[in-house]
């Protein structure tokens, strides 16, 4: 089985643009959650989407959003973007029922 | 609420010594706890997990953590590191899809 994949690998953006991340899960996974991952506040966790539906939320602000298709992919968006939302962010599936996640590598966002 | 503590951010330690990265966790429900590794540049990788029955668990290169509830503990240990073992290490809880994660814990094995 493929592995999680995310898209980009790396970008750059500037103040008060706006970035649209992407996430394929491991076939035949139905959840998908996201994760912050920055050297001063660790791994912090964005959202949960199970079934097309957000599931779980963490303590981020509006300008943070997600969705999920019917095939199970993932999207995360960040609005009007500040400089410290420059962080690597991680993206997951979770598969069968031992709430075993599977990383994929990352997007690492440069806010410039 | 869930909350997943570590107690160390840096662990430097020779090679071949023993280690022990400590976890605590606190949630008023049954939990499931991990441990994962990071590699530099690459996402995590889960090393081990609690889910039920035996309190000890093992990863198979030689990393075990042994789950304690009187103590809410869940320190990971191994009796001889390898250079190779260099890596940020993350404990975390997962209940109902929404997992928890310590701050993590950079190891840093010299020669």
């Known amino acids: 089985k493929a592995g999680v994949t995310q898209t980009p690998r790396y970008l750059i953006k500037t103040r008060g643009q706006q970035v649209t991340l992407s996430c394929s899960p491991i076939?035949?996974?139905?959840?998908v959650s996201w994760y912050q991952q920055t050297p001063g506040q660790g791994l912090q966790f964005l959202f949960e989407?199970?079934?097309?539906?957000?599931?779980n939320k963490g303590n981020f602000p509006g300008r943070f959003s997600g969705r999920q298709f019917s095939n199970s992919r993932s999207e995360m968006n960040v609005s009007t973007l500040e400089l410290g939302d420059s962080a690597l962010y991680l993206c997951?599936?979770?598969?069968?029922?031992?709430?075993?996640?599977?990383f994929g590598s990352g997007t690492q966002l440069s806010v410039l | 609420a869930q909350s997943v503590t570590q107690l160390d951010s840096q662990v430097p330690v020779f090679e071949e010594a023993p280690v022990e990265l400590r976890c605590n966790y606190s949630?008023?429900?049954?939990?499931?706890l991990f441990w994962y590794v990071q590699y530099p540049n690459q996402g995590l990788q889960l090393l081990l997990k609690?889910?039920?029955?035996?309190?000890l668990v093992k990863s198979i290169n030689g990393f075990e953590a042994e789950f304690n509830k009187s103590q809410t503990s869940f320190h990971l240990r191994k009796p001889s590191v390898h250079i190779s073992d260099t890596a940020e290490y993350f404990c975390?809880?997962?209940?109902?899809?929404?997992?928890?994660f310590g701050d993590g814990t950079t190891l840093t094995v010299k020669p």
């Open positions: 989407y199970f079934s097309e539906t957000q599931r």
């Open positions: 949630s008023s429900v049954s939990v499931y």
């Open positions: 997951a599936s979770l598969g069968g029922s031992n709430e075993k996640l599977f």
């Open positions: 076939s035949g996974h139905r959840s």
């Open positions: 975390g809880d997962t209940n109902a899809g929404k997992s928890t």
């Open positions: 609690y889910l039920s029955g035996s309190t």
